[in-house]
């Protein structure tokens, strides 16, 4: 098949309308542009709305959840063995809240290669001291260092530098809306009392915000050693640990085998956080919703426009055929013409639709709920590229697809003794 | 004995709507090799209708054509595609060139379908006979600035690139005053006498038919003087 020719004969044709082809080539970059913004735009805040949640989510959390015992006496006597047993007024047991063993199940997790690191964590529930109110809270005793590894700690601590937490004894970082209740700057001290009653001053070093106000009324941080003193336990003390694994997909299969095998609640983030792929989905499928009919309409003004061309060029179709071009070589050039638009429009909106997403991600976007976002967020995923781009030649493909058959099947002596 | 080059044996033809009306009956005759054939007849006998039987363009006819020694019933569109690439020239009423292209390239069109030749040969081939046609000064212009009897001089040389075995012409003549027409019959002599073309020229034109080596008379779909 000789392609050079038809080529030639294509650019020809779509050079001698340039000012139609280039409105057609137009729409599709319009619309590849603005598939490539919206998708980058919507995915770009799919992932701040996902990090609030994964960021700040352990993959698992290992805890000791206060419940009643599942295996009562009454079940483990061999002669009710057959017996459908019916237990009233059973009362939970195990006030505990630590991990047993906690310093052993660490080690164990962190020669797990499935393991990405681990955080553990000690939830102390506290009242705030403000003069005679008391404000009802909780601290986090946390190892800084990790929780700022793995759950970005030090980007939710606009104010103040969380690494006092470590170096400064007894020392707390306050929710910002428990400061302003308090009244407190950095550099005071607050009081705290446990819920066993005991005193404690504090010195502030910092303000956490979370961008979730309820949860900044209440929420505090403090070092592992100051939480442990807190609540008058021993250094081996924990209540939480916080697991992020290598793959998340795995967390419900490997939250079971830890369960098991730690004795210990293991709570997965599926589990915990349903809603939040849910909404990421929607999002996603609105934005691909939006880009989809946007080529379609574009594909439409193709279709129009290699309508109208074939319309023009009846005459230079028949002559072709005359002169010996079968009909699948005028296919092949209206096709040609209508991949050539779809793909110069196609890599002209990849182009301008990277514009675009540079320019959205250069807005201010500053919103007290996420404090270290100042702009708005883009996501630059090269899929989308590639999508926009297969798109707009399968739309193209498409909508050139029937004129062109159109112009194969016409009947050079109907034209040729038309005149 | 002279080669037969095209052959219509029993060719009949239907137009089918809005009634069925028989616009060729029995069409039998056959051309020989460096014939000069004038198709005459008045408008309506259905010389033209046959023309394009014979270019192959037009299937539906029932009959036999051979071309070169090959049936030509049965063939895909494709093949009579080549067929028509590689052994028929045309020459239109109406010039039909295609307006996007130069006139050098018009001429090559057909010729680098074939691809018998490489691109430069087709494209020396291509001005060699824009030149034996006095058209060598023209052939870098746009085919729409040309004159009406410049088209069809270029159509003519865009009907030989391939050295086909048979010219068709349909009226060629018949959009051209008396100085081009003169000039076209002349060429077209000049390729009869010189080079032993084959030509099968269908006009109405009495004077034109006239001094043609052969006469092929039509009336109400039938050859009534061959």
Known sequence: MNYKLIADIAKSLLMARWRQSMVAAIGVTFSITMFIALLGFMNGLNDLLDGLVLNRTPHIRLFNEIKPNPNQPVNLSGDFKNSHNFIQSIKSSGGRMEIYNSAAIMRALEADPRVLGLAPKITAPVLYNAGAVDITGAISGIDVMAESELFFFKDYVPVGNPLDLKNVSNSIVLGIGVAEKLLA????????????????????????????????????????STA????????????????????????????????????????????????FETGSFVRTLISYAVGITLLVVAGFGIYNILN??????????????????SGSDVRKIFLGIALTIGLLGGLLGLVFGFSLSLLIDQIPFN????????????????????????????????????PARKASRIDPVIIIRGK | MAQIVLQSKGISKYFKDPVTVKVLKDIDFSINQGEFVAVTGKSGCGKSTLLYILSTMDTDYEGELWIDGALMGGKSEGELARIRNEKIGF??????????????????????????????????????????LGMGDLALKKANQLSGGEKQRVAIARALINEPIIIMGDEPTGNLDKKNSDLVFDIFKQLSEEFKQTLLIVTHDQSFASNMNRIIEMEDGRIINA
């Open chain 1, 185 to 224: 700057e950095i550099g005071d001290v607050v009081q705290v009392t446990t819920s066993k009653g005991d005193r404690l001053p504090l010195k502030v070093v910092g303000f956490f915000q979370s961008g979730i106000k309820d949860f900044d009324k209440i929420q505090s941080y403090a070092s592992l």
């Open chain 1, 228 to 275: 442990q003193k807190l609540l008058g336990e021993s250094n081996t003390y924990i209540t939480d640990i916080q697991i992020k694994l290598k793959y998340l997909n795995t967390a419900p299969t490997v939250a079971k085998e830890y369960a098991q095998r730690f004795q210990a609640d293991a709570e997965d983030i599926q589990t915990a956080n349903a809603q």
């Open chain 1, 308 to 325: 109208m061309m074939i319309y023009e060029k009846m005459d230079t179709i028949a002559i072709l055929k005359a002169t010996g071009f």
């Open chain 1, 367 to 402: 919103t007290a709920a996420l404090p270290t976002v100042t702009t708005y967020p883009v996501n630059y995923n090269p899929k989308f590229y590639l999508i926009g781009i297969a798109f707009s030649l399968i739309t193209t493909y498409l909508a050139g697809f029937f």
């Open chain 2, 91 to 132: 020459v239109f009423q109406f010039h039909y060139l295609l307006n996007e292209f130069t006139v050098l390239k018009n001429v090559m069109l057909p010729g680098l379908k074939l691809q018998k030749y490489p691109e430069a040969e087709v494209e020396h081939r291509a001005m060699e006979r824009l030149k034996t």
